[in-house]
């Protein structure tokens, strides 16, 4: 009986002890998981989702990498706002910080009449002290800003010749904006014309070192016209422009459209430029032109606000009176009408003539009729001075009853002659004529300006100039690309071959360096890669390094034969850019071969921020220039 009730005692405190030791451990359990969720339920709300929570009894660990250790701590707080903070265990990492980049250097040199100032930041490795004495140099006596920074990193590739190129572009802009970066100029510049312009971007794209890439952005204002004049001639040869000045596009337009429906044929050139004396100038032109059509032949010339209508010999005088009087009353105001109808000349008396010819050769004959012999001698040094002392040959005579403007006339026609390669002059009383070959595009405008100008708006004048392209000493040499094919052309009759396995040209084919070196001296210092290709045969490397050394061989060839090669580069491409297939000995032979490429200009891209524009968002000198117009 004893030993049930022990039995009983001892069975009654073993399920005690188990029921305790469940409950115990469902209250964990429990404990734990609240802890756990409602801490990871906090940071989930936090955004804090990379944060990884265990508990572990009472404890509750976290762990994961943080971003930053702000937001490391950020976690810790937030999970002791949640459990007690002694229970949380931190076991979270922060995240590396990344090796701080080198900066982007840049600068931006600034030009104009007031000074010049650099701003940007260069590596340490430039020696700025040069640079500065370099710009002081090409400010002369204006001010200097420096706005500098350095930084201790290496110089980037292309940065020295950027720099360089800078700097040397500078100095032939007075009035720029050039930003530099590491590989890339971008110049923003202004000129006093056209001609200019175009002279600029042509040096600047040249002399720029083989491999920048050069931004061009160079504007040229509107030409002030003084006077404002313009010449239409309609007569046995067709209508044509002898000069023609508009003060829009929509006037020259206007204009063009006019003279074409008055039987203008091809381009009508006319100048669009400052110095027009109505706003009403187009509408003027317009009908004028449309009243000399009426008559069907003649001239108009336009001098500011002064018109001169010429009438063709011949025209019935009612039909003149009438045109002219049309033309009067629908003039705009401030213009005023001159018209002529000239008298019918028996053609068997001729009026007393100067004439004055110009040989290709640039030898003068004077002969004709003079007024006295201070006149001939006023005249025969004019020549001389014009076209030389020993080119002037003088015939002419001294007579009487000449009119008064006679010296006039006779030096005006002389001046407007020395503006052609070849031509005469011929002056009459009533008339003065011009003729012959030029390479100036303006000449006929020049010289309608000049005899408007000197003679009078009154005056008749006949000028039959014309122009040719290969008397003009810059549109007679040949462009990059004619250039390119010239010497494409050149190899293609007879490549350059080179001794086998050697990077020695072959004596056959110095002939053929000898043409191309002539081609390069007149083509100027134009931006060319001189190529080399090899065939498959061999190892690829021993055919890069063999390519490379016959294009240098090549520079090397035209730098013995003086040709400036400042802007060349030689680069090998081995086999990889064949042209033929390497399986027989004729592709072989095609493939290898020495080319000569232009580097050519890439098209434009809008500008973005500039330095200056950078710094004064950001506070640094990270420029973030974006090129207007990129070319390599």
Request: proline share 6%; aromatic share 4%.
């Amino acid at each position: 009986m004893r030993l049930s009730s022990l039995l009983i005692i001892v069975v009654t405190f073993s399920v005690a002890a188990v029921l305790a030791l469940i409950t115990a451990n469902l209250s964990v359990q429990l404990i734990e998981e609240n802890s756990e969720i409602g801490v990871r339920d906090a940071l989930d709300d936090e955004g804090m989702t990379w944060a990884e929570v265990e508990a572990d009894g009472l404890k509750v660990t976290l762990a994961g990498i943080a971003p930053t250790e702000a937001v490391r701590f950020a976690a810790l707080s937030t999970a002791g706002s949640i459990v007690d903070a002694a229970r949380v265990i931190d076991e979270m990492q922060v995240e590396a910080a990344a090796a701080i980049a080198p900066p982007r250097f840049s600068a931006e040199l600034l030009r104009n009449d007031a000074g010049l100032s650099i701003i940007g930041l260069i590596p340490a490795a430039t020696n700025r002290t040069a640079v500065m004495d370099r710009i002081t140099a090409i400010a002369g006596d204006t001010p200097v800003t420096d706005l500098i920074e350095v930084a201790d990193y290496p110089a980037p590739d292309g940065w020295s010749d950027a720099l360089g190129f800078a700097l040397a572009a500078m100095e032939r802009l007075p009035r720029a904006k050039v930003s530099v970066e590491a590989g890339r100029v971008s110049i923003r510049a202004i000129t006093d014309s056209a001609e200019e312009k175009t002279n600029l971007e042509a040096q600047l794209n040249r002399a720029a070192p083989p491999g920048l890439r050069v931004a061009l952005d160079i504007a040229a204002p509107r030409p002030v016209i003084t006077p404002f004049t313009l010449r239409l001639v309609k007569d046995a040869a067709g209508t044509r422009f002898d000069a023609c000045s508009a003060d829009t596009e929509a006037a020259r337009t206007r204009i063009v459209n006019a003279a074409t429906a008055a039987g203008l044929t091809g381009p009508g050139t006319c100048t669009v430029g400052m110095g027009v004396p109505s706003p009403k100038w187009s509408v003027a032109v317009e009908q004028a032109i449309g009243a000399l059509d009426t008559l069907g032949a003649g001239s108009v010339t336009f001098s500011d606000a002064d018109i001169t209508l010429i009438a063709a010999e011949g025209t019935p005088q009612a039909d003149f009176d009438r045109v002219v009087g049309e033309l009067e009353n629908a003039l705009p105001p401030v213009f005023a009408l001159y018209a002529k109808l000239p008298e019918t000349v028996d053609p068997n008396q001729g009026p007393p003539e100067f004439v004055a010819t110009l040989s290709p050769e640039g030898l003068v004959q004077l002969r004709g009729r003079l007024s006295d012999s201070n006149l001939r001698a006023l005249v025969d040094s004019y020549a001389q001075a014009a076209f030389g002392t020993n080119s002037v040959y003088v015939a002419t005579r001294i007579v009487d009853d000449l009119p008064g403007d006679w010296p006039v006339r006779v030096l005006t026609g002389l001046e407007s002659l020395a503006q052609l390669s070849n031509g005469a002059v011929t002056v009459t009383p009533d008339a003065v004529t011009i003729s012959g070959n030029t390479g100036n595009p303006k000449a006929s405008t020049n010289i309608a300006t000049l005899l408007a100008s000197k003679l009078g708006e009154a005056e008749e004048f006949d000028i039959r100039v014309t122009y040719q392209e290969k008397l003009d000493p810059v549109a007679a040499l040949p462009t990059p690309a004619e250039c390119e094919a010239e010497i494409a052309g050149i190899l293609s009759a007879s490549k350059i071959t080179f001794e086998p396995g050697s990077a020695t040209i072959d004596a056959s084919a110095l002939g053929t360096m000898d043409d191309i070196a002539e081609v390069l001296r007149i083509c100027g210092d134009i931006r060319l890669e001189i190529q080399g290709h090899t065939d498959s045969q061999g190892r690829e490397e021993m055919n890069l390094n063999l390519s490379q050394a016959r294009a240098q061989s090549v520079l090397n060839e035209l730098r013995a034969r003086r040709v400036l090669t400042s802007t060349y580069s030689a680069k090998g491409y081995g086999e990889v850019d064949p042209i033929a297939e390497n399986d027989t000995e004729e592709g072989r032979e095609a493939n290898r071969r020495i080319e000569f490429k232009l580097i050519r200009p890439t098209p434009s891209a809008p500008e973005g921020e500039t330095t200056l524009e950078s710094l004064a968002g950001n506070g640094d000198t990270e420029a973030a220039t974006e090129d207007s117009a990129e070319g390599q």
